[in-house]
């Protein structure tokens, strides 16, 4: 979809900015000099529908990635609710549509590492009715879900308890993201996934050769599975020896195009997850100088569109039930 006015509508698949919450020299509904987005300049860059990521660190896992996973949701909660006439959290297909058709961003909240979530189905279904609508199953390293790719050439696939979280997770409506699995377990979760999956923030390998970024393989097999891909505008993921710049990031655009197809393109920035920025994307209000790169590239205004937003959008709607049922 586009406006009538014009502009693209911009939807971005990660942010970590959620983290920022906490802290006492940041609020999200105020503009900051701190952090790569808030309330204020996701207005004014334009961006419709943003993920919000709860990102549970190392040092919280195993043992307390519950609590921290909850403290964090309590946080995104509240800004949420201190913000409800400008920000809207989407539930449904039908949050989502209601929420498109009127001028409020709509919030989906998501999970990255799954551990908070190994209590089984009971911890699930709790995070359910607080609005989760998007789980990571791990970051980077193994838990009782599956291996990700800091485990290294051992790494193994999902496990049963991974395997059977997946069918839960799809029967709820909750969209499943593939972003810091190694590649068995990729493989292991497109085959169990009966939904389209999310890689939330992740480049191409052929690029840049980072074991975050997906090889050509996995790029065909996330586009035959029917997922889409957010392209993330950490350096590192972009080029090596520090050699990332806007040009680079396109080059990734247009060889996942190439390879699999635009309809497997998007954007999941990991604003606020990143240390170091690109120079042209310092935040969010210079995402018009990537539509200006997609153009320069070649790509038509209804593939920047389904770069842009459409893609997530087909996404979405083909995983959130139009309903809650709990």
């Not at 920022?20 to 999200?28: C, G």
């Not at 710049?245 to 996942?256: G, P, R, Y």
């Not at 606020?272 to 994307?281: A, C, F, K, S």
Request: glycine share 10%; aromatic share 8%; proline share 4%.
């Amino acid at each position: 979809m586009q406006p009538a006015d014009g502009s693209f509508f911009i939807a971005d698949g990660h942010c970590d900015t959620v983290h920022l919450f906490v802290e006492k020299d940041y609020h999200f509904g105020c503009r900051n000099t701190k952090g790569h987005l808030d309330l204020c300049r996701l207005r004014e860059a334009g961006v419709k529908l943003q993920f919000f990521a709860l990102f549970i660190e190392p040092e919280y896992k195993p043992y307390r990635s519950l609590q921290r996973a909850l403290q964090l949701a309590g946080r995104f909660l509240g800004e949420i609710a201190k913000h409800q006439e400008e920000i809207m959290l989407i539930k449904t297909a039908k949050d989502l549509e209601k929420c498109l058709q009127g001028p409020k961003i709509a919030a989906l909240m998501a999970l990255e590492g799954g551990e908070p979530l190994e209590g089984g189905r009971e911890i699930v279904e709790v995070f359910y009715r607080l609005g989760l609508r998007s789980v990571g199953l791990t970051w980077n390293q193994r838990n009782g879900l599956a291996d990700g790719v800091d485990v290294g050439r051992a790494a193994g696939g999902l496990t049963q308890a991974g395997k059977s979280l997946v069918r839960t997770l799809n029967k709820l409506g909750i969209i499943v993201d593939a972003a810091h699995l190694a590649p068995r377990s990729f493989y292991d979760l497109l085959e169990a996934a009966e939904n389209p999956v999310f890689v939330s923030h992740a480049n191409a390998k052929a690029v840049c050769e980072h074991p975050r970024n997906l090889d050509d393989e996995q790029l065909l097999a996330l586009r035959k599975q029917g997922g889409v891909v957010g392209m993330s505008f950490y350096p590192g993921f972009i080029a090596e020896n520090r050699a990332a710049t806007l040009e680079k990031l396109l080059d990734h655009f247009c060889h996942v195009a190439e390879v699999a197809g635009v309809e497997i393109l998007a954007l999941g920035s990991d604003f606020d997850g990143i240390e170091v920025v690109l120079p042209e994307l310092p935040d969010v209000t210079h995402l018009p100088v990537l539509v200006e790169g997609l153009e320069r590239r070649g790509f038509s205004c209804a593939e920047i569109q389904a770069i842009l937003g459409g893609n997530i959008l087909r996404l979405i709607r083909s995983n959130l039930l139009q309903e809650e049922i709990m």
